[in-house]
């Protein structure tokens, strides 16, 4: 079985309104329109040319300020457990993330977006362009809508 | 700057009908409906409970067989360069991918799925459930949909 390891570098750091996780949008309802600023390493510049034609990016980061996992978790928009990789949690085996956000300019090395939703300060490992995305049709949010449905006043 | 280092570990290994790169469909009007099996560690096997309401995945993986990077790529769909965080170029500072698959069933560790875009044997770092999805009338495809509306025939 694959237990293999790697080593990966921030390529760069979100700056964001968030201090805490305590300020950052979650659960059930929350929107994620806080402005923030993907700042690359200035050596890494180029690797930007004719991102600004995309209006959405992937934004692959590290839950740096997480420590362990557990296997089953209870995230804020539902009561009950659900496995780990059922869910966005930030406790997880491998503690990486994934945000979609909006690019609203390039500034040089620095990426003006919105939707950001990590701790200022975060270690950014990869940004990639959203090509395709799902038709909402097809979609299906498991315990996520059910949870939804369930706790809708 | 941040350019602090990171380990991760495989958490479990794709199966594809992928032995090559050139086997897999990639470039201008390339589809992903492969099919594959993403094979978990047992002992995270708890981590996947409830994931079968969830339509699509995103699957975080490495590309372990790329080797260092080029800040400007000229991807298979264009015949011009971009900047690399502009592309799902393999060659990125961080080797790390990013795929959307749909799940077809989950059985106890193994999940297989549809659209499969890895070479077998790949170490699997992430999966997360999509749970919302970018309308396609709001996003933007910048470089690529210029390449493709040129190289049309």
Chains 1, 2 share one sequence.
């Not at 950052?24 to 923030?36: K, N, S």
Request: charged share 25%; aromatic share 6%.
């Amino acid at each position: 079985m694959n237990e293999r390891r790697f080593t990966v570098q921030a390529i760069g750091t979100a700056r964001t309104p968030f201090a805490s996780t305590a300020q950052i949008p979650r659960g059930r309802g929350a929107t994620h329109t806080a402005e923030g600023v993907l700042e690359f390493r200035p050596e890494l510049e180029a690797g930007l040319d004719d991102i600004d034609g995309f209006s959405h990016l992937y934004v692959v980061w590290v839950f740096d300020r997480a420590d362990g996992y557990d296997l089953r978790v209870t995230p804020p928009t539902d009561t009950r457990p659900h496995g780990v990789f059922a869910t966005h949690a930030p406790r997880r085996p491998n503690p990486i993330a994934l945000t979609i956000v909006r690019l609203l300019r390039r500034d040089g090395p620095s990426l003006h977006v919105a939707g950001v939703d990590m701790l200022d300060g975060t270690p950014i490992l990869d940004v990639k362009p959203c090509t395709s995305s799902v038709p909402a049709a097809e979609l299906r949010r498991g315990w996520l809508a059910a949870a939804e449905r369930e706790h809708a006043d």
